[in-house]
């Protein structure tokens, strides 16, 4: 946990021009610095950045956000990735809150554990270019399979000599302690002997790194034929390092996996590599384990399409065939590649080349439970017993799939498959479905419901309207896509601009004398729409609105962060649309040298006509909805409504002669 004060200050010195600019080619235009969109394709830019809002938005496709939400969605970090990313860039020391001595104990020991990762790794890519084994052993090794030495730095390759402690020597020397090499599995210690050795002697190197770049361990490749030795030794889980938790590739496939909305997963680091080099740099291997649901998450960041390749022999069709129901279960889209026998992607593209590896990759991408389906059905012949069995098991894996077209589309195809009717597996897929929840419902029962605090903690959304739309469902006249009336619109956007802005009113006593009163606009909004109990329309309109009031009851103030990083993405791209507009137009027309007096210069007047248009408005369509309702009603009912709209009417009334009192602005300056 980052404590607030550590949080605020990294906010406060984000500069978000300087923060997008180092993803996006950013140039000033007035106040604001545009680009184009790195959301979505385009030529001419439409991606604007404000920095004195703190916020962006794409007015091509609609992307909008502040600094940690650009990250978020650019990045694919976490909430707190993000800010470490940020204390990083702006040198602020993150203070961790309520760190015990022993937490405190274990932060030096994770941070001496990185750093001897990455001194092997430079070490070891040192060797494979300069020393002459590493160049004869390990470099002449890569350059045989077809790699460059750009895609060997790429990845950090390197070598680890033949002899028995030479890497340790070295670090030992440079002020490693045994207990960090140790811990890291660099360096095995014989305590009856009291010798040490490398682990990875004689073996080319892989360094296999976090997300953001870290390295936190090693692959090593065996290159000699000696019997005994296993191809690859891996290092051992450590602090930094936990095998089910990494990809290996993914931090140089991140990119393209986001950008091609696709990930292909292989077997091996080798399989990665020549993948790169063959230019399909969207994929990742599990090291060294079979794929965990914390690597599909991984995955999931990016995209949630998964294509698994894998050779053809029994053994890796096994292991295929495991990892699809996790990936399913996790509500990834899977679809594999089958390659000819005894080649995997590597050897493929050593024998054909890039090209023709593409092509086969574009041309054999198969569905994986038709698949799994047919490689059942192979060893099902004619036992009715296993049949019913293959198809109760066809039918668990089509329950997982969460897209109802492409649920149907499985059922449809697999009962071709297995020869029988549609209605006979959409039942059995329904059953399952219904087992699953179950399941699902017994197990949240059972370990409490822990996605609703990790949503919360990631919004930190702890003024939110949630509960109240819950209780009021809206009247659905608006659908939360279409846009809202312009004077809910306007209102909706002075909250959001102008809510903590201080305006001066001059009211007239019953006696004649004159009183000043300060209040915000937000706070003169609120009460306004309060006193005489209107809502919005608009679904999203209404829930800032709801928002905002519960602000200004607990804190007197609009905190509009609140809405920039809501997790409810249909509301933060809603209230920074509206955010942003007044804030690019009326920069335009001045820009243009048309005077449009800027809403600041008369705020006062502005909120006035606002709160009178909104509410003459929804007045007048109260009243005609009563009206309509007025034709088919009961004696009884219409008693009741001809009630509410002489109440509506009276309010109209009133809303006029307020109107019609000459309001003095108080000169105030914001
Ligand atoms: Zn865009």
Not at 432 to 452: I, L
Request: with cysteine; net charge negative.
């Amino acid at each position: 946990m980052i404590d607030q004060e550590t949080i605020q200050r990294i906010m406060d010195a984000a500069r978000i021009e300087e923060v997008i600019g180092d993803f996006v080619s950013l140039k000033k235009r007035g106040a604001n610095h545009i680009g184009c969109c790195p959301f979505h394709n385009e030529k001419t830019p439409s991606f604007y950045v404000s920095p004195s809002k703190g916020i962006f938005k794409c007015f091509g496709c609609g992307e909008a956000g502040d600094v940690v939400a650009f990250l978020k969605k650019h990045e694919h970090y976490t909430y707190p990735e993000a800010l470490q990313y940020l204390a990083r860039k702006y040198n602020i020391e993150i203070q961790e809150e309520e760190l015990t001595p022993e937490q405190k104990e274990r932060q030096t020991e994770r941070d001496g554990l990185f750093h001897v990762s990455e001194f092997a790794q430079k070490y070891f890519a040192d060797l494979l270019f300069n020393d002459e084994m590493g160049r004869a052993v390990g470099l002449s090794y890569f350059h045989q399979r077809g790699m460059s030495d750009d895609i060997i730095k790429r990845f950090g390759l390197g070598y680890c000599l033949d002899e028995w402690s030479n890497f340790t020597d070295h670090a030992l020397k440079n002020g490693y302690s045994e207990a960090v090499l140790e811990k890291t599995g660099l360096t095995i210690f014989k305590e009856e002997s009291g010798k040490k050795y490398d682990r990875f002697r004689g073996r080319v190197m892989f360094p296999i790194y976090s997300i953001s770049g870290r390295v936190l361990g090693f692959s090593g490749r065996i290159l000699s034929s000696e019997k005994q030795a296993a191809k690859y030794v891996n290092s051992p889980d450590s602090d930094i390092y936990n095998k089910s938790r990494i990809l290996y590739g993914l931090y140089q496939a991140r990119t393209a996996i986001a950008k091609a909305n696709k990930c292909y997963l292989v077997e091996g680091n080798v399989d990665v590599v020549s993948m790169h080099q063959s230019g399909v740099e969207n994929t990742v291997a599990s090291c060294g384990t079979s794929l965990t649901v914390e690597q599909i998450r991984l995955i999931k960041r990016y995209t949630p399409n998964v294509t698994v390749l894998y050779d053809g022999d029994s053994a890796g069709i096994k292991a295929a065939l495991r990892a699809v129901d996790l990936l399913f279960a996790e509500g990834m889209h899977v679809r594999l590649v089958l390659f000819p026998d005894g080649e995997d992607p590597d050897s493929y593209a050593q024998k054909y080349g890039s090209t023709a590896l593409q092509d086969y990759l574009a041309q054999h991408e198969d569905n994986f439970i038709l698949f799994k389906t047919r490689v059942l059905l192979d060893g099902v012949k004619d036992d009715p017993i296993r049949r019913a069995e293959l198809i109760s098991e066809t039918a668990r894996s089509i329950a997982l799939v969460s897209d109802m077209l492409e649920r149907a589309e499985y059922i449809r195809q697999c009962a071709h498959l297995l020869h029988v009717g549609e209605e006979v597996l959409g039942s059995a897929v329904a059953k399952a479905a219904a087992h699953a929840r179950q399941k699902a419902y017994e197990e949240a029962q059972k370990t409490g419901d822990t996605q609703g605090v990790e949503a919360s903690v990631q919004t930190e959304d702890s003024v939110s309207g949630e509960d109240v739309r819950q209780e009021q469902p809206q009247q659905q006249v608006y659908t939360a896509s279409s846009a809202p009336v312009e004077a809910e619109r306007h209102l909706t956007q002075l909250l959001l601009n102008y809510g903590n802005n201080k305006v001066q009113q001059t009211i007239a006593g019953e006696d004649g004398s004159q009183q000043t009163m300060e209040n915000t606009v937000a706070e003169i909004v609120v009460s306004e729409l309060r006193r005489d109990n209107l809502s919005m329309v608009h679904p999203l309109c209404q829930r800032i609105f709801e928002q905002c009031s519960l602000m200004i009851d607990m804190a007197h103030k609009i905190d509009v962060s609140r809405f920039m990083n809501s997790a409810d993405d249909q509301l933060r791209v809603f209230a920074i649309s509206l955010m942003m507009d007044t804030y690019s137009l009326s920069d335009t027309w001045r820009k243009k040298g048309v005077f449009v007096p800027r809403i600041e210069d008369n705020l006062l007047q502005d909120l006035t006509e606002s709160i009178f248009t909104f509410k003459s408005g929804r007045l007048a369509q109260m009243t005609a909805e009563l009206r309509e309702r007025l034709r088919g009603a009961t004696n009884e009912e219409e008693r009741e409504l001809l009630l509410q709209i002489q109440q509506y009417s009276a309010v109209a009334r009133q809303l006029q002669q307020a109107r019609n009192i000459v309001i003095a602005p108080h000169h105030s300056d914001f």
